[in-house]
Structures are given as structure tokens and as C-alpha cells.
């Protein structure tokens, strides 16, 4: 999953710490979110949602991978990716 967080919070002029008390999170929980390491739950979402004033999913992206194509919901088109991230991520799912 990909998402906006970063954008959006500098769109509104926002630090993470602002972020985090306007949703109730701690200022880790968004920096977390924002690098990917962290998928947050429906409620942090909706709440983000709410806060940007933007519909979930252009905030949030979700990316679908199988064998050697990749199709990201958001944008669209499937596009085909020879990359050896790819390669190593389709593995651990097999």
C-alpha cells in the first residue's frame, strides 16, 4: 500500500505531531504510516480522511502485484515491471 500522508500534511501545513493529536495517535504512529512500515487501521484512515477533507482512497493506495504484472487500483492500467523488488516480493508470496 502506498499513500499521500506526507503530501497532504504539507498541503494543510501540518508537522506530524499536529497530525497525530488531531487523530489521536502518537507523532511515531504517523511517521510509521508516511514511510510504510505501518498499515493503519479502517478508523486512522477514515479519520485521516476526514481531516484532509479527501475520500480515503486518494489518500491510500492500494497496489496488487501477481507474477509479472502490476496493477495499482488507483491509477489504473496494468503496467509490467521486470524489476528484481518485484521479483523478490512475488517470490515471498508464492
Do not use: D
Not at 497525530?20 to 511515531?28: D, F, L, N, P, W
Not at 489518500?59 to 518485484?86: A, D, M, Q, V
Request: overall charge positive; charged content about 20%; glycine content about 4%.
Amino acid at each position: 500500500m502506498k499513500n499521500n500522508v506526507r503530501v497532504e500534511r504539507a498541503i494543510h501545513h501540518m508537522t506530524q505531531a499536529q497530525l497525530a493529536e488531531r487523530i489521536g495517535v502518537s507523532r511515531q504512529t504517523i511517521n510509521a504510516i508516511e514511510s510504510g512500515k505501518y498499515v493503519p487501521s479502517t478508523v486512522l484512515a477514515l479519520k485521516m480522511s476526514a481531516v484532509f477533507n479527501k475520500p480515503v482512497n486518494e489518500i491510500f493506495l492500494l497496489l496488487i502485484y501477481s507474477k509479472r504484472l502490476c496493477h495499482n487500483w488507483h491509477l489504473g492500467p496494468l503496467i509490467e515491471h521486470r524489476s528484481r523488488n518485484l521479483t523478490k516480493l512475488l517470490i515471498k508470496l508464492k
